[in-house]
């Protein structure tokens, strides 16, 4: 091979490497630090709050095991708050559900609880009971869980209510899986910690573009005047990331990143769980608007370049015997996972996820773009019409 041919690869490895680390490094640094600064003005007290605590009503659509509901309903019923009320629409009239719920009325009078009929079998059955949940509500703020979640203390909340200021409609929150053994729900984690970093540091930057039903609240005004879900009825997921997205703006949507403000879901126990909520999402990511699937896209794009180039890089210096490139490529990849290790774990400790990602983060941070790609392709080639109303 030529030697001008030699010294063009390699100079543009050099370049390409150098370019990629910086923008990745420069896109860590503006979108997730966002989390830490915003923590760091709370220990400051930088951040203005509103004092007082309006009466709020709790909503959750629950289909599962009443085991669920035993386990987790308590923590909902027992918050250190004044006034608020617990709203379950189950998914049936009868059932263990419904007997323990029928159990449990008497001794906590703020809980509600009724059930979606039969004919609604061919529509959305979550995006239903939400709408019959907040019609039912007595209140104008909103706070909406799933019933195999636990809020992490019984202050969960105030800390959403001090986020009710004049000017906001909308607060998103942070929801955490349960610490558990494993390859595969440690990579389940780490996905659901990343993109959920995602939307709340957009979000801190005044560029909300989606949310998740586990952990937000919103105002019933929004709600109504909105026209609900009817934008997206025809979908059968969306009651919550196509909500917001259509809903949110860079003035009426805040954050609450306090520890004690986080729900814990239960492990996935199937894979047919994750594999569901992960098409599901595909299904309505493709309805976003605005730039934020380009600057998400992005990333991952210059992410995986930035692999390529290095593992090239590596390649080129062994064959070429050149020293410098493989010493300069595995530094910029020592470099950026140290970055990034720093800045994910920070965050994590700051919003109360207790996952921690160091040795592990390489493979998780190769992985996670592919996993995602896996999902795409999945939607791709999936029946359309099962993510449609019937």
Same mark, same amino acid.
């Given at each position: 091979?030529?030697?001008?041919?030699?010294?063009?690869?390699?100079?543009?490895?050099f370049?390409?490497?150098?370019?990629?680390?910086f923008?990745?490094?420069?896109?860590h640094?503006?979108?997730?630090?966002?989390?830490?600064?915003h923590?760091?003005?709370?220990?400051?007290?930088?951040?203005?709050?509103?004092d007082?605590?309006?009466?709020?009503s709790?909503i959750?659509?629950h289909?599962?095991?009443a085991?669920?509901?035993?386990?987790?309903l308590p923590?909902?019923?027992?918050?250190?708050?004044p006034?608020?009320?617990?709203?379950?629409?189950?998914?049936?009239k009868?059932?263990?559900s419904?007997?323990?719920l029928?159990?449990?009325?008497?001794?906590y009078?703020?809980?509600?609880?009724?059930?979606?009929?039969?004919?609604?079998?061919?529509?959305?059955?979550?995006?239903l009971a939400?709408?019959?949940?907040?019609r039912?509500?007595?209140?104008?703020?909103?706070?909406?869980?799933?019933?195999f979640?636990?809020p992490?203390s019984?202050h969960?909340?105030?800390?959403?209510?001090?986020n009710? +200021?004049? #000017?906001?409609?909308i607060?998103l929150?942070?929801?955490?899986?349960?610490? /558990?053994? *494993?390859?595969k %729900?440690r990579?389940i984690c780490?996905?659901n910690?990343f993109?959920?970093l995602?939307?709340l540091s957009f979000?801190?930057?005044r560029l909300?573009?989606m949310g998740?039903?586990?952990?937000?609240?919103?105002?019933?005004?929004?709600f109504?005047v909105?026209?609900?879900?009817?934008?997206?009825?025809?979908?059968?997921r969306?009651?919550?990331?196509?909500?917001i997205?259509q809903?949110?703006?860079?003035k009426?949507t805040?954050?609450?990143?306090?520890?004690?403000?986080?729900?814990?879901?239960?492990?996935?126990k199937?894979k047919?769980?994750?594999?569901e909520?992960?098409l599901?999402?595909?299904?309505?990511?493709r309805?976003?608007k605005g730039i934020?699937?380009?600057l998400l896209?992005?990333e +991952?794009? #210059?992410?995986?370049?930035f692999f390529?180039?290095?593992?090239?890089?590596i /390649?080129? *210096?062994?064959i %070429?015997l050149h020293?410098?490139?493989?010493i300069?490529?595995?530094?910029?990849l020592?470099?950026r996972?140290?970055?990034?290790?720093?800045?994910l774990n920070?965050?994590?400790?700051?919003?109360?996820e207790k996952?921690?990602?160091?040795?592990?983060l390489?493979?998780?941070?190769?992985l996670?773009?592919?996993?995602?790609l896996?999902w795409?392709?999945a939607?791709?080639?999936?029946d359309?019409?099962?993510y449609?109303?019937?």
């Amino acid at each position: 091979m030529e030697a001008s041919v030699i010294e063009i690869v390699t100079k543009t490895l050099f370049i390409g490497i150098g370019v990629l680390l910086f923008i990745q490094i420069l896109y860590h640094l503006i979108i997730y630090i966002s989390i830490i600064r915003h923590q760091g003005r709370n220990h400051k007290g930088k951040n203005s709050y509103s004092d007082e605590q309006p009466p709020l009503s709790i909503i959750i659509y629950h289909n599962g095991e009443a085991e669920e509901l035993e386990q987790h309903l308590p923590s909902l019923l027992t918050q250190d708050y004044p006034q608020y009320e617990v709203i379950v629409i189950t998914d049936h009239k009868i059932g263990e559900s419904v007997d323990y719920l029928k159990r449990i009325k008497a001794t906590y009078p703020h809980l509600y609880y009724s059930y979606l009929p039969e004919s609604s079998k061919w529509i959305s059955r979550k995006k239903l009971a939400i709408t019959l949940g907040i019609r039912a509500s007595k209140y104008e703020w909103l706070i909406f869980t799933e019933s195999f979640c636990k809020p992490q203390s019984n202050h969960w909340l105030a800390l959403f209510a001090r986020n009710f +200021t004049p #000017t906001t409609q909308i607060v998103l929150g942070y929801s955490a899986f349960q610490k /558990a053994k *494993g390859w595969k %729900q440690r990579c389940i984690c780490f996905d659901n910690y990343f993109r959920s970093l995602r939307y709340l540091s957009f979000a801190l930057l005044r560029l909300p573009y989606m949310g998740i039903g586990r952990n937000m609240a919103y105002r019933k005004e929004l709600f109504t005047v909105d026209k609900g879900f009817g934008k997206h009825l025809d979908l059968l997921r969306g009651d919550d990331d196509l909500f917001i997205n259509q809903v949110a703006n860079r003035k009426n949507t805040r954050v609450v990143t306090d520890n004690e403000a986080l729900v814990v879901m239960e492990p996935v126990k199937l894979k047919k769980f994750w594999r569901e909520e992960r098409l599901g999402y595909e299904s309505t990511s493709r309805h976003f608007k605005g730039i934020h699937r380009h600057l998400l896209g992005f990333e +991952t794009l #210059t992410r995986f370049l930035f692999f390529l180039f290095v593992i090239g890089g590596i /390649a080129w *210096g062994i064959i %070429q015997l050149h020293i410098p490139l493989i010493i300069i490529a595995s530094l910029c990849l020592i470099i950026r996972f140290t970055s990034l290790a720093f800045i994910l774990n920070k965050s994590a400790k700051n919003i109360g996820e207790k996952n921690r990602y160091y040795f592990t983060l390489p493979l998780l941070d190769v992985l996670q773009p592919l996993h995602s790609l896996k999902w795409k392709l999945a939607y791709l080639f999936s029946d359309k019409s099962d993510y449609k109303r019937r």
